[in-house]
């Protein structure tokens, strides 16, 4: 497994592009920037798989559509998201207006669905709190989780939002802290962690921190 890191946009977003030895590659949250997204995949030769959506918030799937364009292939994402991620709802001016949509949503990811592409099992994690049709994407063969915006290096994400819930967040929270230790954590936004040093030194998983 190959992980490229993009940062992306005015929130700085994490975009992650991860590919096999045949250079197959899955598209995670393509935010922003997606001149930078299909430059990437165009230097390295990369045949698109899948394009995969932790969830519906603006600076994760703004470059989408785009990015689909250049390069077809299947779009995931939760239901529940699905539903508002490009709509009128879901910009934030001055620096967002509303997602251009792709040509389809191919696919809806369900709590425990098990997937495989470009080789990859993966297993999809429902983990609603920072949006409410979240999902964490739990690599186990591999030993990596790509949290979106539920876990950070040190943080976890914001429950201020419309459609967040502190109580959701903390059940997702707690769904996540049963992964091994050594599983490393791909967030939304910041550097790369470990589930073992969240639960360590992570002071928004004590008992009440969220509210």
Not at 20 to 27: F, G, I, K, R, T
């Amino acid at each position: 497994m190959d992980i490229e890191q993009l940062e992306v946009g005015m929130f700085a977003s994490n975009c992650y592009i991860v590919s096999n030895d045949a250079s197959e590659a899955l598209v995670i949250d393509p935010g922003d920037d997606a001149p930078s997204i299909i430059e990437v995949i165009r230097r390295n030769h990369l045949q698109v798989k899948a394009y995969l959506l932790t969830h519906g918030h603006v600076d994760h799937v703004s470059a989408l559509a785009d990015v689909s364009d250049a390069f077809p292939a299947p779009v995931a994402l939760h239901p529940i998201d699905a539903k508002w991620a490009f709509e009128p709802v879901n910009q934030m001016p001055p620096y967002y207006d509303t997602p251009k949509a792709p040509r389809s949503i191919d696919r809806h990811f369900d709590d425990q669905q098990e997937c495989t592409d470009a080789g990859f099992r993966y297993r999809v994690l429902f983990t609603p709190g920072h949006a409410p049709g979240h999902v964490s994407l739990y690599f186990e063969d591999d030993g990596v989780l790509f949290a979106g915006d539920v876990l950070f290096r040190g943080s976890v994400g914001r429950v201020d939002l419309p459609g967040s819930n502190a109580r959701d967040m903390e059940a997702s929270l707690k769904a996540l802290m049963t992964l091994p230790d050594d599983t490393v954590v791909y967030p939304g936004h910041g550097p790369r962690t470990t589930i073992g040093d969240e639960r360590r030194t992570n002071p928004f998983l004590r008992p009440g921190a969220l509210g």
